[in-house]
């Protein structure tokens, strides 16, 4: 069986494109679950073996994939809905040793180029806690104990001269945290799920690799803690929605790689994604805030003012 060769960061993307019997995958599991009330889709891949890491081109670890139809729709009680939705489940993801962790949250992209502002987006709406603590203690929150965040933005290679994961690597060094929470922009497989999609997985991440421009790995094996990687796909190469509408147009048999073609360097992305971005930001913001310090709304508003 040849390893999967298509442009998607989804795990979900990965093991939907594997034609054989489920069998032939051993140490890949997939539990799915519909919740009706909130037409929220959960999905939890865990690849438990070096085998199904190489067929499905994904580093070993779980993998949990939100899909809400309506996420791209402007409804904020929808997006509080996936909000605390996601909290749960990056709360099933987090380490359970220490009662008051220390977090560095990174928010990976460039904030000059729309679809692929997303981390420095949620950054924005984030509640950052670790100064305070550090400098006031728990009084600094009428007692509570907090996790210590911190946030990073690092940029682009092109602007700083320097991988991502050697500056998150250099602060991971002088802050010592104990988990390091990295959010990007994703590519996706199927146009229908930008936008509409969060995965948050424990196996790190791979920055560019859905769009070909693979980058050095975050993972807790260059950075010595554990990472929990979160992202939206915002973008899907241009070959992929090609075939996409001439398959849905009744055309058999589509050669997507031969559509590819020269056109290799085309990803699409929706028109409205300036707004779509913005509320994804706060989206998965407040999903992170309430995860790491379940605080109610209001309390979340008045730190971040």
Known sequence: MEQVQIRTDLALEARESVSEKEEHLHGVQVEEEYKEESEIRITRVTIGSKNGARLLGKA??????????????????????????????IKFLLPKKKEQLSILIVGLGNREVTADSLGPRVVDNLTITRHMVMEFGNAAYEGRKLPLTSSLVPGVMAKTGMESQEIISGVVAQTHPDLVLVIDALAARSIKRLNRTIQISNAGINPGSGVGNYRS???????GVPVIALGVPTV???????ADILEESG????????????HDAFMVTTRDIDQQVRDLGKVIGYGIN??????????????LS
């Open 60 to 89: 070993m670890g779980t993998y949990v994939t939100l899909e809400a139809p309506n996420m791209a729709h402007p409804d904020e009680d929808y997006h509080e809905e996936i909000a605390r939705e996601l909290a749960d489940q």
């Open 217 to 223: 790995a975050i993972q807790e094996e260059n950075l």
């Open 236 to 242: 899907v190469d241009s070959a992929t929605l090609a």
């Open 251 to 262: 055309v058999e048999k589509v050669d997507e790689e031969r559509l590819r073609g020269e």
């Open 290 to 303: 309430w995860a790491l310090q379940d605080l109610e709304i209001e309390e979340i508003n008045a730190l």
